[in-house]
């Protein structure tokens, strides 16, 4: 039995797989919330957020992402979403940003946040797309939103910036909104 135990505690180990590369704390209500200069030592991204939307009139504010501030039509994206009471998948291709979740906004109480863990698959790669998967969710006290949430950004630049922001750009981030970016080390 020793034995098993120290053959899988080498093969287990995951210590320092994620590491911390920077966090955005949303000070005042800013339009995007943008992470530059990323290094290209990681196998893969992780970005957490922790926001809501300045938004009026609308029960979630629909978040998008873009690499390296490219705005052109590179991009297709698809959407799974319910609210409790209905269920809605999207999808479009040949889009100028990728639609990947949803945070509440004010028409919510100020302390109800959303969350949104994204990943981008391969960012430094310079010969493949680039995925982005996401998971985004918040309860609205008997109401609220989770989604599934996934681009392809159809490009083989490696990513250096990426950035999140409204659909239309018809809200800010409020202030108290955070994001997290960790590299993923590779096996």
Known sequence: MPILGITASSILKVTGSFESIATINVLSSTGYIEFTSIPSTYKHLQVRILGRSTQTGSSAGLISSLCNADQTNSYSF??????????????AATQNRADIGYVPTNGYASDIFGTLIIDVIDYASTTKYKTIRAFSGFDGNGSGRVALGSGLWQKTTAVNAIAFSNANNSFDWAVGSTASLYGIKGA
Do not use: R
């Open 78 to 91: 698809h959407s799974l979403n319910g609210n409790g009471a209905t269920t809605a998948a999207s999808g």
